[in-house]
């Protein structure tokens, strides 16, 4: 087939176009203004974001969760347009988190948008989280055509683009990456402030031993569910200590709750990498984007970038404003629909708990 | 009423700042459909400023569930409006 020179059917604005994303799919909400500028580039505006916290030991349930949305939105949306300095009449569109998620804090979101969108005669956008992630992850790091891994509590997939549509390669069989993370983190008491995965990472910065566990990708897919229960059963072992510590001098041989976080770290990311360069070979990328919260963990990235090296490849990855869920990775997506035409009729714009990445149309891309 | 009449049936009256809020109000929760609707039949409607809202329901139990999530939203909705319709009131016509 003769080389095809693909033209980039989003065309630069004729004027500035503002939209304000509304995301609260999981125990986030956040609000977030972007900015689409004549020349192409991007500028963000504001990317406020409120995470609810459940105390050690407990995982947080959607009434709850919907709850502390409810209670949270007003003041983060005020926020967010107070720091970007603008007015609510000045957004071009409205958009928010159309799916995946949890039923009752996407329903409350969905909402005040469309309350909002009433209110101000403004378009409202439904955007597919997933692809607000890998948008994201596109405008800040600069990534051409990226390999993307998607790991966060929920999700756990990795996907590449073509012809307008992200395509899952592999994903996660039962439990996400995050998922596994979150409820070992209950296991052994960690705190969920500011995340159970980040206090995992600490941890896991203190382990010496790595214990051996199953080891689960079934072709371009990975299981977690399993791992979970084999390290649970870890911290009923004789040797393992709660509090670290040997109970005296003689007691050498003993599993600590730092080692258990080193050794599920280790193992499920060098999963998650395997598939990685498996999607890698398979479409001839050398680019690896890491997006979603789980992304922000250094210790993925680097195992990332070690394999990515060896590939003569480049490893994208962001800070937590941008990995973790919010605001502004939905106004990113949306307001890249919206210049195609895209706009989500007001009967159409209920949520929904199944929304798969490859059901989107990618309009804005070759 | 209802056609059945084993059904049980609630009438909500909400009275809104205005008839535009009322109508806001009612086109924003009317999206979302029922979780059972074979078991609860809902009717919104707008007189004037009051949001009135008729649940048919086919027990107690849904009754009670369906009016607490249908004030919830309706509570959403309020604080919304009250939050952002000052604003919005103050430049009528939005520039394009």
């Known amino acids: ?366 | 009423m209802s056609s059945n009449p084993d059904w049980h049936t609630i009438t909500i009256h909400v009275p809104f700042a205005s008839a535009k809020h009322a109508e806001i109000a009612l086109q924003a929760i009317q999206v979302d459909r029922e979780l059972q609707p074979h078991a609860v039949k809902r009717t919104l409607s707008v007189e004037d400023d009051v949001l009135i809202a008729t649940f048919d329901t086919l027990t107690v139990r849904l009754a009670r569930l369906t009016v607490n999530a249908y004030l919830e939203n309706v509570d959403l909705v309020v604080r919304t409006l009250q939050e952002f319709g000052p604003i919005a009131a103050q430049r009528p016509a939005p520039p394009s």
């Open chain 1, 1 to 366: 087939m003769p080389a095809r020179v693909l033209n980039n059917p989003l065309k630069n604005p004729e004027r500035p176009y503002l939209a304000i994303g509304l995301e609260g799919s999981a125990n986030k909400f956040g609000a977030g203004v972007i900015k689409h500028l004549e020349d192409g580039s991007t500028s963000v505006l504001s990317n406020v974001r409120h995470t609810y916290i459940t105390p050690p030991g407990e995982g947080f349930q959607p009434r709850d969760t919907a709850l502390h949305h409810r209670e949270w939105a007003l003041k983060v949306i005020n926020e967010c347009l107070v720091k970007a300095n603008i007015s609510m009449h000045d957004v071009d569109c409205i958009c928010f988190t159309e799916g995946p998620g949890m039923g009752a804090p996407l329903q409350s979101v969905a909402l005040i948008a469309r309350t909002l969108s009433l209110l101000f005669n403004k378009p409202l956008i439904g955007v597919n989280h997933c692809v607000g992630h890998i948008e994201m992850g596109r405008e800040v790091t600069g990534a051409h055509n990226p390999v993307v891994l998607y790991v966060s509590g929920g999700n756990t997939q990795v996907i590449a683009y073509s012809r307008q549509c992200y395509r899952i390669f592999g994903e996660t069989l039962d439990i996400a990456v995050g998922n596994c993370l979150d409820r070992f983190a209950r296991v052994i008491d960690l705190s969920n402030d500011p995340a159970p995965g980040y206090n995992i990472e600490q941890e896991a910065k203190k382990g010496k031993r790595l214990l051996s566990l199953p080891y689960a990708t079934k072709g371009m897919d990975v299981s977690f569910s399993g791992i979970l229960t084999a390290i649970e059963a870890y911290t009923y072992d004789k040797r393992f200590r709660a509090d670290g510590l040997p109970r005296n001098s003689e007691d050498q041989d003993i599993i600590t709750p730092a080692d258990l976080c080193f050794s599920l770290q280790e193992t499920i990311y060098a999963m998650l990498v395997e598939i990685t360069e498996r999607a890698m070979a398979h479409i001839g990328s050398k680019e690896i984007l890491i997006v979603g919260g789980v992304g922000c963990n250094e210790r993925l990235q680097d195992m990332m970038r070690i394999m990515a090296e060896e590939r003569e490849g480049k490893v994208f990855a962001m800070d937590e404003s941008f990995c973790i869920d919010n605001g502004i990775m939905i106004a990113q997506a949306g307001l890249l629909s919206f210049r195609m035409g895209f706009e989500t009729p007001l009967s159409k714009s209920s949520t929904t708990q199944r929304f798969r990445t490859d059901e989107v149309h990618v309009s804005w891309r070759a």
